[in-house]
């Protein structure tokens, strides 16, 4: 059994079984055999159960929230935001039911035309960060191509989750069509991974984790999607909207208390509006609330876990300059203050790593060249901003930058509608939008010669 922990407060919030090899080869079999009905059934059979999925989401969308603010340490309204976009995503994903549309292909001697078929059974690893949120995007999507999804959340932040499959369970849809395996990524994701019951991983996590999952399930050709880490920039010209620019960038970094793979925490900015810039970040950020989740006016809770506060606290050193934020609650949760390290060296590893906590580096920028070239500079290609009010050149910079997706003017990368992946090695395939159906199902070609 696993104690599962709020991070607030260090108390126990129940213990959850962690699922056995037994345990994947049961939940394969009874998936194959959901997916093989679910597959058959009536277009608008699949459509609605879809929807009802997403009525069922926004009937209990308190319940969810409290259990993600109280098991992630997410203040309360973005949690509620969280959840209703996961019933949004459902929705969205039921209109998709009927609009799998092929190809007819123009060929000698006959019609050739092309079908989109389900993958089969999808596993969807998850993360900590967004547990209910990245978990469903690829849920509501395969679903909606006629796949079964087991989904196996991260072993310390499964409850919202588990309450999801629950309320599903309720609706008798196709026995084990959506099922959750509890417990260790080493055991039960290495185990998704290799069987050969399961047709495609959806994986929602670290580089170094995806590399491995990239390896095993080549030993059966699985079908990938792989979301991983990131080190997104925030370009800032000085023709911008500096104020608004600063403003916002509080949120793109700091939100979730930094705990988001889109975090843009290298800030380039050009070297005359550098002082202003910094100033009119900060004091944006100091405004920002830190405190327990579930009340209504925190901005930044605690981060997920003791282990992951000693991991972002590596990052602290001496050779750096930090300017502080806020100060941290008294108490025994996971605290850590924000703060910005102002022009550290190109190379420190607060620079290069992915941090996943509160701390955005500053640094200087002169020319358009240049801040592509240090926005370029990173393994990772996730998301990133672009800040100008000339659009001719924010177009050219976005442009230039090899990144999954890039914001002008704006610091959100995710919607519904529109793909959202990495380049480089943040990933490989994208999730959301019409282009995520590509990725959970296989194309077939049909061929009736005429002649
Ligand atoms: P993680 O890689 O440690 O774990 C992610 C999931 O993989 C968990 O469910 C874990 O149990 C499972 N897992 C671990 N080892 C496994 C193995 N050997 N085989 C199969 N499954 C295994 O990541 P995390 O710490 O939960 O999340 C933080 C990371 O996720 C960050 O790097 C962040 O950037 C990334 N992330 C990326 C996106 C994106 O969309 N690109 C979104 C959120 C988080």
Not at 4 to 32: C, F, K
Not at 232 to 259: K, L, T, Y
Not at 272 to 282: I, N, T
Not at 323 to 339: D, H, I, Q, S, T
Request: net charge negative.
């Amino acid at each position: 059994m696993t104690t599962i922990l709020n991070p607030a407060t260090q108390e126990s919030l129940g213990e959850v079984r962690e699922a056995t090899r037994a345990d994947v080869d049961h939940a394969v079999a009874r998936a194959g055999d959901a997916q093989a009905r679910w597959a058959a059934e009536a277009i608008g059979y699949r459509a609605r159960s879809m929807r009802r999925i997403a009525d069922t989401i926004r009937n209990h969308l308190e319940e969810l929230a409290l259990l993600e603010t109280d098991n992630v340490g997410k203040p309360i309204a973005d949690s509620r935001g969280e959840v209703s976009m996961v019933a949004d995503t459902f929705d969205y994903y039921a209109g998709a039911v009927d609009k799998l549309v092929g190809q007819s292909i123009p060929v000698d001697g006959g019609v050739d035309f092309t079908l989109r078929e389900p993958m089969g059974v999808v596993a969807v690893i998850a993360p900590w960060n967004f547990p209910l949120a990245i978990a469903s995007w690829n849920i509501a999507a395969a679903l909606a191509c006629g796949n079964a999804v087991i989904v196996k959340p991260a072993e310390i932040t499964p409850l919202s989750t588990l309450r999801l499959v629950e309320l599903v369970d309720d609706l008798d849809l196709p026995a084990g069509l959506l099922q959750c395996l509890t417990g260790k990524g080493s055991i039960v994701g290495h185990a998704l991974t290799e069987v050969a019951g399961v047709d495609k991983i959806s994986f929602t996590g670290s580089t170094e984790v995806g590399k491995q999952i990239s390896e095993v399930a080549s030993g059966t050709l699985k079908r990938l999607t792989l979301e991983l880490g990131g080190k997104s920039a925030s370009v800032v010209f000085a023709d911008a909207d500096i104020e608004r620019a600063a403003r916002a960038s509080v949120g793109a970094v700091f939100g979730n208390s930094g705990q988001d793979c889109c975090a843009r925490s290298r800030m380039y900015v050009q070297r005359e509006v550098f002082d202003q810039y910094l100033k009119a970040f900060a004091d944006a950020s100091r405004v920002a609330v830190m405190g327990s989740p579930r009340d209504e006016s925190t901005t930044l809770g605690p981060l997920v876990s003791a282990q992951h506060h000693a991991k972002v606290s590596s990052f602290l050193s001496d050779d750096i300059d930090f300017v502080e934020l806020g100060a941290e609650p008294e108490g025994p949760g996971n605290w850590f203050a924000p703060r910005i390290a102002v022009a550290p060296d190109r190379t420190h590893r607060l620079v290069e790593d992915e941090v996943f906590g509160p701390i955005a580096t500053v640094l200087p920028f002169d020319t358009e060249e240049e801040a592509i070239r240090e926005a370029n500079n990173s393994i990772y290609g996730l998301s990133g901003s672009v800040w100008s009010g000339d659009g001719a050149r924010a177009l050219r910079v976005a442009r230039g930058i090899r990144s999954g997706s890039i914001s002008i003017n704006s610091n959100t990368s995710v919607r519904i509608q529109t793909p959202f992946g990495g380049m480089k090695q943040s990933g490989v395939g994208r999730e959301l939008g019409l282009a995520a159906l590509d990725s959970y199902t296989e194309l077939k070609n049909i061929f009736f010669a005429t002649e």
